[in-house]
């Protein structure tokens, strides 16, 4: 027999064994690479940290010391008495000599970075300049001008684009000039080579470790450096408002091209630098091609809200993780192989034994009951090769003597199908019975119930529809009129079936009983129906009750009593009102005395005007999608239709409830009884005056 490799006993063992092995061995090396993915990761912020923290302190000084520089310079008296000489004065004076040769010798202090040294008057024009091109300049609208006058301090500028020189980048250090009494007679400007902020930042990226790259970024975080891209200078890590990229470009911070270009799309990092994170790690992309996970790390500096970022990418910091990843591998095989060597060599000891059991196993299941298995070994394999003889025995012998024991079962089955089919056509014998007990039931039901001819009262329009969820319903309603006295009545028993059509059958018996002995107080009208029907269900020993809604209507008034649904009040123009009913009675059969409980309203009814009764079959009943019908739904229906006839209004409350129910099961009765009014009548009945002179009140709801 051709079985599954991964089937076998040997095949198991052998992975258990790997698998006992190598786990642990996977679980340490997955620990021992996170550990060092930890370490490693920690140490490469810590170094970027550091270059960045350095690189910050480096430009501090440069801008610290060329501000003091700046200052101590301003104070030089070879300027001070230059710019007190009136204009008119100046040219060819002594002290401009002294003031030009002071310029130039400061200018020659660092030949390679500093591109000139001016003096400015107090209007911001340019009287003194090594550059001689610039004097007569107005230099006036510029920040390093305007900040020393406003704050009388040494003022260092941002780095911008020169408006002559492509290429060129320029920083501004100035500083008020005093004359002996501290007045401020106008400003020093030195004109300083950008570039060398930008060395400055770019020198320590070798010390950071391979592939590092260092960015300085200004307050809008725009590149003024990076080591690796110099296409990137200027440029914001995203993109800047329209009118702001305007100001920038008017102070020479931005060059003068598309805003589209002027940016690149570095949100996270924005994000970083917004809430002050020393660290991140995030992919740096320009124009939109992504590179490699970088590890950054952000400074920032103490003069100038600027701040410089040294990154590396992940994997050069983690490189050590991959021979790491790959020594474990190569451990692992070797393990493996071992492990699997010794795993075979052991499942071959300890399943020969089973595969000797399998093979008789096989061959007694073909037919030979005779085979036995020979095995002299004292462990379990050895007490379930003993177990299985044992078994083969007694299955041998069972089959000798089966024959007769399928005989005997035979007729014992054959005795047990005599009862069965006795049984069978006893029960069919009670269904028929029941069933004809239950049609007659049905057939009594419909009998009493309302004939068309009954429901033609003159002045009124009345339509009635009742359908049984089972063959006998529990559902009630009546249409009696006497002496110009129209009754209507409607009650729904609880449950359904023979028992609640018993007790519908004995309600309307009771009511025309109560109509004929002309009975016209509601209160004693259900009190005395009440009592009837009560003694009845307690002799039935039955708990059904039912609720019950009568109504009379004489004369354009109607009277209503008893505890049922809402009555709906249905006026001429549609308009339903809903009268509840919850106060108004009491469950008959349920208790002895509900007379306390009992009592009624009337209803002027104009032409037009009309009634609705229900039971909760209709707004209760649900669809597919266990959705109820709703009382909300039957108003509106009713409302809509009621300029046509009583019958067309109960079609059409009976077609939309269809529509709703759909395939759903109907598990309760409905019952639906339009009475509407269609002219004045003459009516020989007293039941309304009755009830007025009883009652003197005659109430109109409105819902």
Request: hydrophobic share 40%.
């Amino acid at each position: 027999m051709k079985r599954s490799f991964f089937k076998s006993i040997r095949t198991k063992l052998i992975v258990s064994f790997l698998v006992v092995a190598l786990i642990p061995l996977l679980l340490l090396a997955f620990i021992d690479k996170q550990t060092t993915e930890k370490a490693l990761t920690d140490n490469a912020r810590q170094a970027l940290s550091a270059e960045a923290t350095e690189t910050a302190h480096r430009i501090d000084e440069f801008i610290d010391r060329n501000l003091n520089a700046v200052r101590v310079e301003a104070i030089l008296p070879g300027l001070a008495a230059y710019l007190g000489l009136p204009p008119e004065l100046r040219n060819g004076s002594p002290e401009d000599m002294l003031a030009a040769e002071t310029l130039s010798r400061l200018s020659r202090k660092d030949m390679l970075h500093i591109l000139s040294y001016a003096l400015l008057d107090l209007k911001g024009r340019n009287v003194l300049d090594t550059n001689t091109s610039d004097v007569g300049r107005d230099e006036s609208g510029q920040d390093y001008f305007q900040e020393p006058l406003k704050t009388q301090l040494s003022f260092v500028s941002s780095i911008r684009l020169s408006p002559t020189i492509p290429n060129l980048v320029t920083l501004f250090f100035s500083s008020p000039v005093r004359d002996t009494k501290g007045n401020i007679l106008g400003v020093l400007r030195v004109t300083y080579n950008a570039t060398s902020v930008q060395q400055l930042v770019t020198r320590e990226t070798e010390h950071a470790g391979a592939k590092s790259l260092a960015v300085l970024l200004d307050e809008h975080y725009i590149h003024l450096a990076h080591s690796t891209k110099p296409e990137l200078l200027f440029k914001s890590i995203v993109p800047l408002p329209p009118n702001v990229v305007a100001q920038l470009q008017r102070e020479g911070r931005l060059p003068k091209t598309l805003t589209q270009e002027l940016a690149i799309n570095l949100s996270d990092l924005k994000q970083a630098l917004d809430t002050k994170q020393p660290y991140l790690t995030t992919r740096l992309a320009a124009r939109g091609n992504k590179n490699e996970l970088s590890l950054l790390a952000i400074a920032h500096l103490k003069y100038k809200p600027w701040s410089v970022l040294f990154a590396q990418p992940i994997a050069v910091a983690l490189a050590p993780v991959e021979k790491q990843i790959r020594d474990a591998l190569l451990l692992l095989a070797i393990i493996a192989t071992i492990v699997t060597i010794i795993a075979f060599a052991i499942a071959q000891l300890l399943t020969k034994p089973l595969i000797d059991l399998t093979q008789a196993v096989a061959q007694f299941t073909a037919g030979r009951l005779d085979i036995r298995v020979k095995m002299r070994s004292q462990d379990e394999i050895g007490l379930l090769a003993r177990s299985f003889n044992s078994m083969a025995r007694q299955l041998q012998e069972s089959f000798e003597t089966l024959e007769d024991k399928v005989k005997e079962r035979t007729a014992e089955l054959a005795n047990a199908n005599d009862e069965i089919i006795a049984l069978n056509a006893k029960l069919k014998e009670d269904n028929l019975r029941l069933g004809a007990e239950l049609n007659v039931a049905r057939q009594i039901q419909q009998m009493i119930l309302p004939n068309p001819d009954e429901l033609e009262i003159d002045g009124l329009d009345i339509a009635a529809y009742m359908e049984s969820a089972d063959e006998v319903g529990g559902d009630y309603y009546d249409v009696l009129q006497i002496d110009g006295v129209v009754t209507l009545g409607i009650g729904d028993v609880t449950g359904h079936g023979l028992e609640s059509g018993i007790l519908m059958l004995m309600t309307q018996t009771s009511v025309r009983t109560l109509q004929e002995i002309r009975e016209l107080d509601p209160v004693r009208f259900l009190d005395v129906l009440n009592r009837t029907l009560y003694k009845n269900v307690q002799r039935m020993n039955s708990e059904k009750s039912l609720t019950l809604a009568i109504l009379n209507y004489s004369e354009g008034r109607i009277s209503i009593s008893g505890q049922h649904e809402e009555t709906l009040v249905v006026r001429k123009n549609g308009e339903v009102e809903r009268i509840d009913t919850m106060d108004l009675g009491f469950p008959i059969a349920l208790d002895d005395d509900i007379a306390d409980f009992i009592s009624h309203i009337l209803i002027e009814l104009e032409p037009g005007d009309g009634v609705v009764l229900y039971t909760d079959g209709i707004p209760e009943a649900y669809n597919i999608g266990k959705k109820q019908y709703g009382l909300k739904q039957l108003c509106q229906v009713i409302g809509q239709n009621w300029h046509k006839s009583a019958g067309e209004i109960k079609d059409a409350v009976i077609v939309d409830l269809r529509q709703h129910i759909g395939k759903q099961k109907v598990f309760d009765d409905i019952t639906l009884l339009v009475f509407k009014r269609e002219a004045d009548v003459t009516e020989k009945g007293t039941l309304v005056k009755n009830i007025i002179s009883q009652k003197n009140t005659t109430v109109t709801l409105r819902v």
